[in-house]
């Protein structure tokens, strides 16, 4: 049992729809991480939070909006999404301490379909 | 730029066969960590083992071994006594100290265990 919690597992929205992703970690890592993976390619980063601050994106649209409550819950808000959208969205966390040797820790996924 | 290259799209290994998985890298930075991670067909993301660039003895656990060549830049990933549950995508990855939290993956190789 993968013990970063993704959901929804699937996820299905029209182009004027707004849902969010949900990712939950309670290993006390402080570093949460986003992905986004196409089918047949690695993962791309596309946030990452360190002690619930944003340290990085990677230049994502503005349609996509993370949010982190607090050190356990990462979220992604979606808005708007065009077709090209459509992949598997990776949530990850990771150790803030020593984080040049912490393996990040993935969740399974939510796969997003955008129509 | 760094860059990750996995030469192998796709391999065949015979069930209880030893198996070599190719990954070389770029990278400017001394410090540095690499990593291999192993992807189901189910999607979940699994970390397998950890190299760092200053690590003396190259990493090993359980039937994983990664055979670092710090002066090539490769860090290949052994796989021994294949079995049927190793059929899975395997992804080379590195973060730096420029960035740690900034991991970048390889593009893959798909491995196939045969019977």
């Known amino acids: 049992d993968t013990e970063v919690t993704q959901t929804p597992k699937h996820l299905v929205m029209g182009m004027t729809n707004k849902k969010s992703l949900k990712c939950e970690q309670h290993?006390?890592?402080?570093?949460m991480y986003w992905y986004k993976q196409k089918a047949k390619k690695p993962p791309e980063l596309m946030f990452v939070y360190s002690y619930e601050k944003l340290s990085i994106n990677e230049s994502v649209p503005s349609r996509f909006s993370p949010e982190c409550p607090n050190s356990s819950l990462l979220n992604l808000h979606l808005h708007a999404l065009q077709p090209e959208d459509s992949a598997l969205y990776l949530c990850?966390?990771?150790?803030?301490?020593?984080?040049?040797?912490?393996?990040?820790?993935f969740g399974n996924g939510t796969r997003l379909t955008v129509t | 730029a760094q860059k990750i290259t996995q030469t192998q799209p796709g391999m065949f290994v015979q069930e209880k066969e030893a198996v070599t998985l190719d990954c070389t890298y770029d990278?400017?930075?001394?410090?540095?960590?690499l990593f291999w991670y192993k992807q189901p067909s189910s999607g979940e993301m699994i970390f397998l083992i950890y190299?760092?660039?200053?690590?003396?003895q190259n990493a090993t656990e359980g039937r994983y071994s990664l055979n670092f060549q710090k002066a090539r830049k490769s860090a290949n990933l052994v796989i021994s006594a294949s079995q049927l549950g190793d059929s899975a995508m395997y992804f080379c990855?590195?973060?730096?100290?420029?960035?740690?939290?900034?991991?970048?993956f390889g593009p893959g190789t798909s491995l196939s265990v045969i019977p």
């Open positions: 990278t400017s930075d001394p410090s540095y960590g």
């Open positions: 990855a590195m973060n730096m100290k420029t960035s740690y939290d900034k991991v970048i």
């Open positions: 190299q760092g660039s200053y690590d003396q």
């Open positions: 990850a966390s990771s150790q803030a301490l020593m984080r040049e040797r912490s393996p990040l820790h």
């Open positions: 290993m006390g890592h402080r570093a």
